[in-house]
């Protein structure tokens, strides 16, 4: 079974530094891996998707890697605001299924 | 795309009522996953389907869950009899296809609170 960690539990920066949330999983017999976002009291919202034969992928201010044979992803957040306070989730998808980590709560203060 | 459309969004119900939630996946996606998110316990899978079928359930706490996906348009967990531990928040998730690099889309999830 798939063990996710996602590291830092939480986090709290002010507003225009750059972060980086990490993410190690334990089978990297994956198809991809996926990040959300989880606002308080709100689904899950799809940022970025890296396939297994993909280093990275970028989608504005977010930049995710993979790196596969180590079971490690990143999310790095650039020049951090406010409105990216929330909890961020990783999952990576194996043939069967796909688990997540606890999440990195994320507070970006003005 | 209407995405996935859970219901329904809020439920109280008594210990021991039965309770029913709905999902209906994105058209076209042939998988469909239920997960249940907690404080203690962050999000669990409790089952999959994939064309309909029931692939894995093993992540169903207890014979009090069941779930069926009658058709590729819909699909329901129910909880027969309910208890207050059940009180959490259900997500349904739905995907192009299983074994494929396809990514996952979540309704907005029922909020559950067993009294």
């Known amino acids: 079974k798939q063990e996710v960690t996602q590291i830092p539990a939480a986090l709290s920066v002010p507003e225009g530094e750059n972060l980086v949330l990490n993410c190690s999983f334990t089978?990297?017999?994956?198809?991809?891996l996926q990040w959300f976002r989880q606002d308080p009291g709100k689904g899950l919202t799809s940022l970025l998707l890296i396939q297994s034969s993909q280093r990275e992928q970028t989608s504005g201010r977010l930049n995710a890697s993979l790196d596969k044979s180590s079971g490690r992803s990143t999310l790095y957040i650039a020049a951090s605001q406010p409105g990216d306070s929330a909890t961020y989730l990783c999952a990576p998808r194996t043939p069967h299924d796909m688990r997540f980590g606890a999440g990195t709560r994320l507070t970006v203060k003005p | 795309d209407a995405g996935v459309i859970q219901s329904p969004r809020h439920e109280v119900t008594e210990m021991g009522q039965e309770v029913t939630l709905r999902c209906k996946p994105i058209?076209?996606?042939?998988?469909l996953f239920w997960y249940r998110q907690t404080m203690m316990r962050g999000l669990e899978l409790l089952i999959y389907f994939n064309n309909n079928v029931p692939i894995d359930d093993s992540g169903m706490p207890e014979d009090r869950f069941s779930a069926k996906m009658p058709n590729a348009s819909f699909s329901t967990l129910k909880i027969q009899p309910s208890e207050p531990r059940d009180s959490a928040v259900y997500f349904c998730?739905?995907?192009?296809?299983?074994?494929?690099?396809?990514?996952?889309?979540f309704g907005s999830g029922t909020r559950l609170t067993v009294v």
């Open positions: 998730a739905s995907s192009l296809a299983m074994g494929q690099p396809y990514g996952y889309t």
């Open positions: 058209s076209g996606h042939n998988s």
């Open positions: 089978d990297s017999a994956i198809y991809n």
